[in-house]
């Protein structure tokens, strides 16, 4: 039942504030004045972590790549599962291995786990469905609690993928004495905030994104850039933009565009910039300018602070409120979901099934 919402994506992406707590009620506790994660492997003593995942689920675990590697000082071995079944990774058997999947039924994420499991690491299953077959076959299991995700593209998925991956780097990081009690607290809080932010800023940011979907509608080719964990999420805008618009849109690092994309940027191609004000700000604008020296039409999604320190006449802006750096993606996902969204709509697409996809893919 699609409620008062047009599409199932739509209801979907306005329903994360809820599941997005649901799924940190699990894997969260706060007692007195503690605040704890309630997840966690065997992350101790393991050399590496190796994760495992497609599509969106793959992006999720990219950005996970960024918090095991910072807060737990854990190297991360990350590929598709279609090319991390058959590359024959040197895994060391004391490794622990993640695999992330809305369905549970990838057909090559499930032959993943099995390659890992041959070889005697640890698994565990990111999974929205707990009756599934990843589930099933894992030595541990993490629920997203998204509930059922009917759209073909994955949003709420996508997000609670990301709670249950950060609750399981900062549970790695106090297991591995990377982070203090107190530092691992404040993360948590960090995390308990998301919900009240996305819900402010699924209400706030609507006028903006209508607008601006009206001119991505035009345009034939569209290209996302950012800077650390915001560099998965451009890959995440172009993949939702993609699947459900069909315009064609890529997701590059921002530091990257001088090696080539540079070269397609004039004034037919918006260029999105993800740049909350964090360590990377003053570098992703950098790279933004460049763009717009070249004539490309900027979109800057950033946050207050992002949004005073730059200031670019021929720029549109969305501008979300200031977050701790750990809940940036989640919050910085919505934009990016609700842009695709509205495009797709008023290009007259079916956004629920796209044309070519399928929501479970359970052949190679
Ligand atoms: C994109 C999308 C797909 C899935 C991918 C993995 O919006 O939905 O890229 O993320 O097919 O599916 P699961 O998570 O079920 O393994």
Known sequence: DKGKYRHFM???IHEQPEVVARALGYHTSFEGNRADT???MDFAGIPSLAISACGTAYLAGLIAKYWFERYARLPVEIDVASEFRYREIPLPPQSAALFISQSGETADTLASLRYCKARGLKTGAVVNSRESSIAREADAVFPIFAGPEIGVASTKAFTCQL???ATLAIGAARARGTATQDE????VTSLAEMPGVMGRVLNSIKPDVELL???????HDVLYIGRGTSFPLAMEGALKLKEISYIHAEGYAAGELKHGPLALVDENMPVIVIAPHDRFFDKTVSNMQE???RGGRIILITDEKGAAASKLDTMHTIVLPVVDEIIAPMIFALPIQLLAYHTAVLMGKDVDQPRNLAKSVTVE
Do not use: N, P, Q
Request: aromatic share 0%; with cysteine; glycine share 0%.
């Open 213 to 219: 979907s009206r001119e991505l509608s035009k345009c």
């Open 163 to 165: 709670v249950a991956l």
């Open 10 to 12: 739509e209801k979907e």
């Open 38 to 40: 309630t997840s966690c």
């Open 184 to 187: 691992a607290k404040a993360l």
């Open 291 to 293: 763009a717009a020296a």
